[in-house]
C-alpha cells in the first residue's frame, strides 16, 4: 500500500480569518479594482465642472492612455504623476471656435503658449482663408499642397493642441479665378468643389467663409452653396464670417440660413455682433432668427469673443469695390489725390456696406491700431488713428492712408457690453479668440488682447464679478458645445472613456491681463493643461509636449488623404 503524504498549513487563529473576510467584503467592486489599478495621471481633490452645465462635484480623475478611464476617489499613491487639485476647477479642455490657423506650429510650438495659458486646448482654424489647399507658386514657398499634405506635415512636426481645419472659399477661390469681381464658369466652380471635396476626404470639418473681405465679397449665395453642399456630402458644416455685421446684420444672417437650407448643412456663424450704435437693437432680432431657425429644426449656432472693439485689417474700412485687382495694387495707387478724395467721401457717407468707419459714429477716437512694425508708427501701437495723427503731427485721414500702405491692424470700437451679456446667455453660443496662435519666436505681433484673454475674460469678468453665467454654463459653452460644433464627440466633457484634454484653474484668481495697449500680456490662473492625457502647461508654463492631434472631420477618407498626401 502505497501514501500520498501532503503539507498541511498551520492553522490561522479565527478571529484574524474573521477580520480579512470583513475588510474584504467592506470593499466595493471599484475600491478593490482601484486599490491594484495604476494611471498615467491623477488629478485628485478638484471641483468637477464636467461640462455638462450639470452642478459642481469634488472628486478624483484617472487617466490612462489618453483617455478619462476613473471617476469618483482614487487613492494618492496610484498615479504615475498626480496633481493636487484641491481649491481649482477641474474641467474639459477649452475649445477655440475661431483659431484661424495652426502654421505657426510648424516652426514653434510655443507659439500656442498664449492659447495654452487660456485653457484652450483645441483650435478651428480657417476662416475663409485656410492653410490648404496651395496654388503651385504658394505651395512651392509652403513646402505642401493639399489639406492632406498640410495635415501630414502637422503631425510629423508635432502638435502641443489639437486641430480641426475648415477648407476656406476664399482659398479655393483665389486659386481657380483668383482675386477678381466675377462668378465662376460652371468649370470653374466644378474645379472649385473638387478642390472642397479633396479638403474633406483628406479631414477638414467643413467650408468656412470669410464675406466682408474680396475677393469673398464677390461670391453669390449660390456660389457658397454649392461648395458647402460638397461638405454636406461628407457630413462637414458651413461656418462663416457673415456678409454683414451691422447695417444689414439681419439681411446677412437669412443668407447664412438660406445656404444651410440649400446645401444641406448646419450653419455656425463666427463671432456674432451688432456693429454699430445704429445697430445695437438689432441684436436681440439676430439672436430671434437664430432661435427661429432652430425651433424649426435646422440646426445654427454661433460664438462670440468678449470684447466691444473688433479687429481686421485696416484696409477692409475701404469700400471693396477698390480690392478689385487685390490689395497690393490697391495700395500702389493710394498717393492718388484723386483716389483718396473718393475713399474718404464713400467712408464719410456711404451706407449699405460693411462701413466700420461708420460703425465708429466716423470717429478717429474709436479706431485703435496694432501690427506697425515700421518707423515711424511702431511706437504708437496700441493707439488710436486721432492720437497717432496728433503725436506725428498729420492730418487725420492722412495718417490713415499711410497706415493702410503700412498694413496695419484696425481694432474699432463698435459693440456693446449689453449685447455681449445678452448672447453670451443662449445655450447655443460659444466663445473664441478669432486670432489663434500668437506667442513664440517667429508668431507675429498679436494687436487685440483677446488673443491673450478671450477665455479667462469670459471667467473673470462675466461669471465671478458681474455673475451673468454660471461657472457651470460658461464651461458647458466653452467645452461641450463647442465640441459638439466641430464634430469633436470624443471630448468636451469629464467623462469616463473620453479624451483626456483637462483644465486646472483657480476660479478665484484666473483673469485677463491683455489691454488694447498692452495685448501680449498673459493671463493668469490656469494652473495645468493636458491634452489626450499629457501635461502641456504645468504651474502656468509651457513644458514642450507636442501630444495634440489633427482631429479629422467624417468625411475623412485615409487611402484617398493618403494619395493626396504624395
Known amino acids: 500500500m502505497s501514501f500520498r503524504t501532503r503539507r498541511i498549513a498551520a492553522p490561522v487563529p479565527s478571529i484574524l480569518v474573521a477580520l480579512l473576510l470583513s475588510l474584504t467584503s467592506s470593499l466595493s467592486p471599484t475600491q478593490r479594482a482601484d486599490a491594484a489599478e495604476t494611471f498615467d495621471v491623477?488629478?485628485?481633490?478638484?471641483?468637477?465642472?464636467?461640462?455638462?452645465?450639470?452642478?459642481?462635484?469634488?472628486?478624483?480623475?484617472?487617466?490612462?492612455?489618453?483617455?478619462?478611464v476613473r471617476i469618483g476617489r482614487i487613492p494618492a499613491d496610484a498615479g504615475k504623476t498626480t496633481i493636487d487639485a484641491k481649491g481649482l476647477v477641474v474641467a474639459p479642455g477649452f475649445i477655440d471656435m475661431m483659431g484661424q490657423t495652426a502654421t505657426p506650429f510648424l516652426k514653434d510650438p510655443a507659439a500656442a503658449f498664449n492659447?495654452?495659458?487660456q485653457g484652450i486646448t483645441t483650435i478651428n482654424a480657417g476662416e475663409g482663408v485656410s492653410a490648404a489647399p496651395l496654388g503651385d507658386a504658394d505651395a512651392k514657398t509652403a513646402g505642401w499642397k493639399s489639406m492632406s499634405w498640410y495635415?501630414?506635415?502637422?503631425?510629423?512636426?508635432?502638435?502641443?493642441?489639437?486641430?480641426?481645419?475648415?477648407?476656406?472659399?476664399?482659398?479655393?477661390?483665389?486659386?481657380?479665378?483668383?482675386?477678381?469681381?466675377?462668378?465662376?464658369?460652371?468649370?470653374?466652380?466644378?474645379?472649385?468643389?473638387?478642390?472642397?471635396?479633396?479638403?474633406?476626404?483628406?479631414?477638414?470639418?467643413?467650408?468656412?467663409?470669410?464675406?466682408?473681405?474680396p475677393p469673398a465679397v464677390y461670391a453669390t449665395t449660390d456660389e457658397i452653396a454649392a461648395l458647402a453642399k460638397v461638405a454636406g456630402q461628407s457630413g462637414g458644416r458651413y461656418f462663416t464670417h457673415m456678409r454683414n455685421e451691422g447695417d444689414k446684420l439681419l439681411e446677412a444672417i437669412d443668407e447664412a440660413l438660406e445656404i444651410g437650407r440649400k446645401a444641406g448643412t448646419p450653419v455656425h456663424?463666427?463671432?456674432?455682433?451688432?456693429?454699430?450704435?445704429q445697430n445695437w437693437g438689432k441684436m436681440e432680432q439676430a439672436l430671434a432668427k437664430i432661435k427661429a431657425a432652430r425651433r424649426k429644426g435646422q440646426q445654427v449656432t454661433s460664438d462670440i469673443y468678449p470684447y466691444i472693439n473688433n479687429g481686421l485689417g485696416i484696409d477692409a474700412l475701404i469700400h471693396p469695390r477698390h480690392f478689385t485687382q487685390g490689395r497690393a495694387a490697391l495700395r500702389r495707387r493710394l498717393d492718388d489725390a484723386k483716389l483718396r478724395q473718393t475713399i474718404r467721401r464713400e467712408m464719410e457717407t456711404g451706407a449699405g456696406w460693411e462701413n466700420w468707419f461708420r460703425h465708429t459714429g466716423f470717429n478717429w477716437d474709436k479706431v485703435v491700431v496694432g501690427s506697425m512694425k515700421a518707423h515711424p508708427f511702431s511706437q504708437y501701437n496700441g493707439r488710436t488713428i486721432a492720437e497717432i495723427a496728433a503725436k506725428t503731427k498729420r492730418d487725420e485721414w492722412a495718417t490713415f492712408f499711410e497706415l493702410v500702405k503700412a498694413g496695419a491692424f484696425a481694432m474699432p470700437e463698435t459693440m456693446s457690453e449689453a449685447n455681449k451679456i445678452r448672447a453670451m446667455k443662449e445655450p447655443f453660443i460659444s466663445f473664441c479668440t478669432d486670432v489663434?496662435?500668437?506667442?513664440?519666436?517667429?508668431?507675429?505681433?498679436?494687436?487685440?488682447?483677446?488673443?491673450?484673454?478671450?477665455?479667462?475674460?469670459?471667467?473673470?469678468?462675466?461669471?465671478?464679478?458681474?455673475?451673468?453665467?454660471?461657472?457651470?454654463?460658461?464651461?458647458r459653452k466653452m467645452?461641450?458645445?463647442?465640441?459638439?460644433?466641430?464634430?469633436?464627440?470624443?471630448?468636451?466633457?469629464?467623462?469616463?472613456?473620453?479624451?483626456?484634454?483637462?483644465?486646472?484653474?483657480?476660479?478665484?484668481?484666473?483673469?485677463?491681463?491683455?489691454?488694447?495697449?498692452?495685448?501680449t500680456r498673459p493671463s493668469v490662473g490656469m494652473k495645468y493643461v493636458l491634452i489626450n492625457g499629457h501635461v502641456v502647461l504645468a504651474d502656468g508654463k509651457y513644458t514642450g509636449a507636442k501630444p495634440g492631434k489633427v482631429l479629422r472631420g467624417p468625411g475623412y477618407h485615409r487611402r484617398a488623404a493618403d494619395k493626396s498626401a504624395r
Do not use: C
Open 479 to 519: 467645452s461641450a458645445v463647442a465640441a459638439n460644433e466641430i464634430m469633436a464627440y470624443d471630448r468636451g466633457r469629464i467623462s469616463v472613456g473620453l479624451a483626456a484634454d483637462i483644465v486646472v484653474f483657480d476660479p478665484d484668481t484666473i483673469q485677463d491681463r491683455a489691454t488694447l495697449s498692452q495685448p
Open 269 to 277: 456663424i463666427f463671432h456674432l455682433k451688432a456693429a454699430g450704435r
Open 151 to 213: 495635415f501630414s506635415l502637422l503631425e510629423k512636426r508635432g502638435l502641443p493642441m489639437n486641430v480641426v481645419q475648415t477648407v476656406g472659399h476664399t482659398q479655393v477661390r483665389r486659386i481657380v479665378i483668383g482675386e477678381v469681381d466675377r462668378r465662376p464658369t460652371p468649370v470653374e466652380l466644378e474645379r472649385m468643389q473638387v478642390l472642397v471635396r479633396e479638403a474633406m476626404q483628406a479631414g477638414a470639418i467643413g467650408v468656412s467663409t470669410a464675406l466682408i473681405y
Open 42 to 68: 491623477v488629478i485628485r481633490n478638484g471641483r468637477i465642472v464636467d461640462g455638462t452645465g450639470s452642478p459642481w462635484y469634488r472628486g478624483d480623475v484617472g487617466i490612462r492612455g489618453g483617455k478619462i
Open 115 to 117: 492659447l495654452l495659458s
Open 436 to 475: 489663434g496662435p500668437a506667442a513664440g519666436a517667429t508668431s507675429f505681433i498679436a494687436s487685440h488682447p483677446r488673443a491673450w484673454g478671450a477665455f479667462p475674460r469670459v471667467l473673470a469678468l462675466y461669471v465671478r464679478k458681474l455673475g451673468v453665467i454660471s461657472l457651470e454654463d460658461a464651461v
